[in-house]
């Protein structure tokens, strides 16, 4: 009998190291996410690197932060994607959010989302200055601001201490996942004197894309920032009567292209765009009545479409309700 219960509580016995493992990498999390949110303000520099992807591509970011609790930042990264320069800022005045890029060529301006800082200062500690590229395409009033939902990180996993630079560093590991989609696995090394963020590995699903971010700089409460600024939010006003809504689906070779970001540029003024859900399926609001050349950001179609200069994607919407599917070969 002895030998039937000893058999039936080894592998009890044989997970309780990993079990203690994951509650040491949690609390670990935990404590340095809450003395990052805590702080008056942040001021951060990186070096950020994404390898991998379609065609085994490699492009290097220089990124810089600085955000305070009266929901002011300033946001930069700067580099290259596919051979093309890219500088994008996002500022928040305290009121108000504007993200501009080079490439593609667009400047967004929206209210701020409600708890800014504290959705800023906790994905900025989950991923990284990488979430710059986040707030670009989904800032505004009506993003979800509950950062569990937004995302929420999961399995967390105690690593052997590292050195970082000559630093001793603590490890930790945790799957995050952006609004529900494929957990990303992500490595954070942090100074084990300061707890603060020395360098981070994030690395995507099943295509093996990777981020890593070195961090030259992650002060808190610095003495001395520069925010000082404002700007006026120029609001896109929509005539009712002329006021157009575009939906559809887009596929590529059949197949549906999910979690992707159609926009749809004018003539003239700014771009308006939406995301693909899981089936493919979109939804444009806001957009005048009139001629537009059409993009969709996703790795998984042909570079062609993914370029405001070479797409050959246009529709002419009419006001009212439109139907626009696009079908990509």
């Given at each position: 009998?002895?030998?039937?219960?000893?058999?039936l509580l080894?592998?009890?016995?044989c997970?309780?190291?990993?079990l203690?493992?994951?509650?040491?990498?949690?609390?670990l999390?935990?404590?340095?996410?809450k003395?990052i949110?805590?702080?008056?303000?942040?001021?951060?520099?990186?070096e950020?690197?994404?390898?991998?992807?379609?065609?085994?591509?490699?492009e290097?970011?220089?990124?810089?932060?600085?955000?305070?609790?009266?929901?002011?930042a300033?946001?930069?990264?700067?580099g290259?994607?596919?051979?093309?320069e890219?500088n994008?800022?996002?500022?928040s005045?305290?009121?108000?959010?504007?993200a501009s890029?080079?490439?593609?060529?667009?400047t967004?301006?929206?209210p701020?989302p409600?708890?800014f800082?504290?959705?800023?200062?906790?994905m900025?500690?989950?991923?990284?200055?990488?979430?710059?590229f986040?707030?670009?395409?989904?800032?505004?009033?009506g993003?979800?601001t509950?950062?569990?939902k937004?995302?929420?990180?999961?399995?967390?996993?105690?690593e052997?201490?590292?050195?970082?630079?000559g630093?001793d560093?603590?490890?930790v590991?945790?799957?995050?996942?952006?609004e529900?989609?494929?957990p990303?696995?992500?490595?954070?090394?942090v100074?084990?004197?300061t707890?603060l963020?020395?360098k981070?590995?994030?690395v995507?699903?099943k295509?093996?894309?990777?981020?890593?971010e070195?961090?030259?700089e992650?002060?808190?409460?610095?003495?001395?920032?520069?925010l000082?600024?404002?700007?006026?939010a120029k609001?896109i006003v929509v005539?009712?009567?002329l006021?157009a809504i575009?939906s559809?689906?887009?596929t590529?070779?059949?197949?549906?292209?999910?979690?992707?970001?159609?926009?749809?540029?004018?003539?003239e003024?700014q771009?308006?765009?939406?995301?693909?859900?899981?089936?493919?399926n979109?939804?444009v609001?806001?957009?005048?009545?009139?001629a537009y050349?059409?993009?969709?950001?996703?790795?998984?179609?042909?570079?062609?479409?993914?370029?405001?200069?070479t797409?050959?994607?246009?529709v002419?919407?009419?006001k009212?309700?439109?139907?626009?599917?696009?079908?990509?070969?």
């Open positions: 009998m002895r030998y039937v219960l000893a058999a080894l592998p009890a016995v997970l309780l190291p990993a203690a493992q994951d509650n040491d990498g949690e609390k999390y935990r404590e340095i996410e003395k949110k805590s702080a008056t303000a942040i001021q951060v520099a990186s950020l690197r994404m390898e991998g992807g379609p065609g085994g591509m490699m290097t970011f220089t990124a810089s932060l600085v955000l305070t609790k009266d929901n002011k300033r946001l930069k990264l700067s290259s994607a596919g051979g093309k890219v994008m800022e996002i500022a005045d305290g009121k108000q959010l504007r890029m080079t490439f593609p060529p667009e967004k301006e929206q701020l409600k708890n800082h504290n959705t800023v200062s906790a900025v500690s989950r991923i990284g200055l990488v979430s710059g986040f707030f670009a395409n989904k800032g505004g009033d993003m979800e509950d950062v569990e937004l995302l929420p990180i999961t399995e967390f996993k105690l052997p201490a590292e050195k970082v630079n630093k560093a603590k490890v590991s945790y799957n995050a996942s952006p529900g989609k494929t990303a696995r992500v490595t954070l090394w100074d084990a004197k707890l963020p020395l981070r590995l994030i995507l699903g295509g093996g894309e990777r981020f890593s070195t961090y030259n992650f002060t808190l409460n610095p003495k001395k920032i520069d000082n600024f404002t700007f006026t609001k005539d009712p009567a006021e575009v559809g689906t887009v590529y070779k059949g197949k549906p292209v999910p979690d992707s970001y159609i926009d749809f540029y004018p003539a003024g771009l308006r765009g939406g995301e693909t859900d899981a089936a493919g979109y939804t609001k806001g957009l005048t009545a009139g050349r059409v993009v969709v950001n996703s790795s998984k179609v042909p570079a062609l479409y993914r370029d405001r200069d797409t050959s994607l246009r002419t919407l009419m009212g309700a439109n139907i626009f599917n696009i079908e990509l070969k």
